[in-house]
């Protein structure tokens, strides 16, 4: 990677910490498949729209795009 790319992935990593502090992700981090790594996050969510807005500010946006597989999931909040 670029400095620039190491500055931009360490603002990223330090927005997704800040979203998995507040509650808003369950987890995330890289995944290291042999063709390629790139990153997952389980996110709270109540539509799409909410968690574009969610994300837009993610720093890793100006190297890459979110996919989104919406995912139904009951859980419990203790």
Known sequence: MTEEEQEI??????FWNKLLLEGSALV????Q????TYG?????????????E??????ALQL???SYFPMLAC????
Do not use: N, Q, W
């Open 9 to 14: 992935m360490r603002r990223h990593s330090e």
């Open 28 to 31: 995330t981090g890289p995944v």
């Open 33 to 36: 498949d042999p063709k390629g």
């Open 40 to 52: 997952l996050a389980v996110i709270f969510a109540g539509s799409e729209e909410e968690a574009r």
């Open 54 to 59: 969610m994300l837009k500010d993610d720093p």
């Open 64 to 66: 890459s795009v979110y």
């Open 75 to 78: 859980y419990d909040e203790k």
